[in-house]
């Protein structure tokens, strides 16, 4: 996968991490890309357009009403040939203009004139970015296919610790070769995934759940709908907003993921089971609210179906990837439901570790094939863990075409 000669619009607003453009230019520039920075006036204040026109070789553009060389006008001319839009940092200010289609700057205009894939990186303070505001105008931006990388958790300028970091320079420069190079491998496929918690009520009020958040799910729905496939996400219920491009259902318990699995599994060529399936649910739901008592509450709970083994019984030529949350005993574990439920793979990890919980941006997990084969990848980001599974199934489709 080559970048040589792609032309990329970069444009750089008014955050703290404008600092960090400087080095997406760098590995932009170092892989043979062409890149145009574009900078608000606010982002001025935090780093000069020389730095970006020194290791850019082009100049700077930060003003709508300058004709360009050619005496063309700047938003018009801009993203004539280029291949893609990134902006990173991404301000809420810039956000917010971009889903509300302002344009009272050279960046927001060229946004709206911008008819190539665009990129967003988010940066800005924890409490912003979780403003509904800021949600609704990220949910809006995805919905017409614009694609967000981050933010990333972790300390904030402020002092706070939470999400609203820019996004890894990695995982930004990987967001946009995708787009530019896009990896056409699962064209054809059908992919099934599961996603996030379920929850089992025990009355109107009150329920049992994991704590899964569903980012790994999503990830991997994203990472196969980039890839080709057509992709159905059954998901439990999550904060997250539906990956563009992806059929998303939502179900709430274990029986209705079960179902919906269920109801769509002739369809599908691949089988990904990550979601944190509640094991037992409460035999009788209370219609009313429990009230608090002296006395000890006990419940009688009944075990949920075994989604997974069932689709394993039923797996035909498809692919079935199933995942193994563990706190110990690691490998024997996971090694033993990959054969009890006839998996072709299994992505195991300990939720007890540093990065790898329920919830966390990152993932630390080792992956187990129906061979014998052992892989145990390093601390990533869920999308580069989404990655190297799609990686995997794809190299599985190729032998088994072979075969």
Known sequence: MTLQGKKIVLGVTGSIAAYKAVELV??????????????????????????????????????????DAEAKIRHVAAPDGADLLLVAPATANAIAKFAQGLADDLLSTLFLATTQPVVLAPAMDT???????????LERLRNRGV??????????????????????????????????????????????ITAGPTREPLDPVRY??????????YALAEEAMTRGARTILVSGPTALSSPHGVECIRVETALQMHTAVLD??????????????????????????????????????????DILKEVGTKKGERIVVGFAAETGDLIRRAHRKLTAKRLDLIVANDVSQEGAGFGSETNLVVILDS?????????????????????????????????
């Open 26 to 67: 760098r590995a932009f520039v170092t892989a043979g890309v062409s890149v145009r920075v574009v900078m608000t006036e606010s982002a001025q204040q935090f780093v000069a357009p020389l730095t970006f026109a020194t290791l850019s070789r082009q100049e700077v553009m930060t003003d709508l009403f300058t004709l």
């Open 147 to 192: 694609r967000i990388v981050g933010p990333a958790t972790g300390e904030l300028a402020s002092g706070l610790l939470g999400p609203g970091r820019l996004a890894d320079i990695g995982e930004i420069v990987q967001a946009a070769t995708e787009l530019l190079c896009p990896t056409r491998d699962l064209r054809g496929e059908v992919v099934l």
């Open 371 to 403: 061979g014998g084969g052992v892989e145990e990848l390093p601390l990533l980001p869920k999308r580069q863990v989404a990655r190297h599974i799609i990686d995997r199934v794809v190299g599985l489709r190729q032998h088994k075409d072979r075969v």
């Open 208 to 217: 049992l759940s994991t704590r899964a958040s569903g980012k790994m799910g």
């Open 264 to 305: 769509r599994l002739a369809e599908a060529t691949v089988v990904i089971k990550a979601a944190a399936v509640s094991d037992y649910r409460v035999a009788q739901p209370a219609d009313s609210k429990l009230t608090k008592r002296d006395a000890p509450l006990t419940l009688e709970l009944v075990p949920n179906p």
């Open 127 to 137: 409490d912003m970015y979780r403003h509904l505001a800021v949600q609704e105008n």
